[in-house]
T-cell receptor, first 114, second 106 residues
Framework: GAVVSQHPSWVICKSGTSVKIECRSL??????MFWYRQFPKQSLMLMAT?????????EQGVEKDKFLINHASLTLSTLTVTSAHPEDSSFYIC??????????FGSGTRLTVV | LAKTTQPISMDSYEGQEVNITCSHN???????ITWYQQFPSQGPRFIIQ???TKVTNEVASLFIPADRKSSTLSLPRVSLSDTAVYYC???????FGAGTRLTVKP
């Protein structure tokens, strides 16, 4: 089946710095990818829809200048958390549309801001 | 959150069949229903997808009535390793609902 590779799996950064998370579709092309954030014991919250070659569509309440999304190729989307603060600490997950049976999710990135 | 509704939690015992129902009153004609399983600190994993009637694969069955306003995920003979959160989505709306936290007890 389809595989989405997400990197890094965990990262610790200092408050005020930026962190980039990569999401790659392996062996298939993904024109659309999704970025989620998940806090402990909660469901996944859709942050934005990433479209190859165009601007991402952000969900209401998500700061586009803080969570920069770039989908420059059909196999790679990146999420950059800019000027990270402790409240940005969360589990970030990406997904890509797999034409056969829906959407495939990455393994997630645990971000801790200290 | 998505327009799907599921029970927040369910408990079961090893070897039992578990049925989790999802309501999706606003499903569109071209929407498929997909169920995912998520373990802690992992991304969701695809379980099964269907459009109507019944679909079965090696791990689960999915029952969808004619009006398609609900669907039921059936897990036969659950084991401890099936303890997880289960989500239903329809493919044109990738917003997750609260999901169902299934706990399988020995």
């Amino acid at each position: 089946g389809a595989v989405v590779s997400q990197h890094p799996s965990w990262v610790i950064c200092k408050s005020g710095t930026s962190v980039k998370i990569e999401c790659r579709s392996l062996d298939f092309q993904a024109t659309t990818m999704f970025w989620y954030r998940q806090f402990p014991k909660q469901s996944l919250m859709l942050m934005a829809t990433s479209n190859e070659g165009s601007k991402a569509t952000y969900e209401q309440g998500v700061e586009k200048d803080k969570f920069l999304i770039n989908h420059a190729s059909l196999t790679l989307s990146t999420l950059t958390v800019t000027s990270a603060h402790p409240e940005d600490s969360s589990f970030y997950i990406c997904s890509a549309e797999w034409p056969v049976d829906g959407y495939t999710f990455g393994s997630g990135t645990r971000l801790t801001v200290v | 959150l998505a327009k799907t509704t599921q029970p927040i939690s369910m408990d079961s015992y090893e070897g039992q069949e578990v049925n989790i129902t999802c309501s999706h009153n606003n499903i569109a004609t071209n929407d498929y229903i997909t169920w995912y399983q998520q373990f802690p600190s992992q991304g969701p994993r695809f379980i099964i997808q269907g459009y109507k009637t019944k679909v079965t694969n090696e791990v689960a069955s999915l029952f969808i009535p004619a009006d398609r306003k609900s669907s039921t995920l059936s897990l036969p003979r659950v084991s401890l390793s099936d303890t997880a959160v289960y989500y239903c989505l329809y493919n044109n709306d990738m917003r997750f609902g609260a999901g169902t936290r299934l706990t399988v007890k020995p």
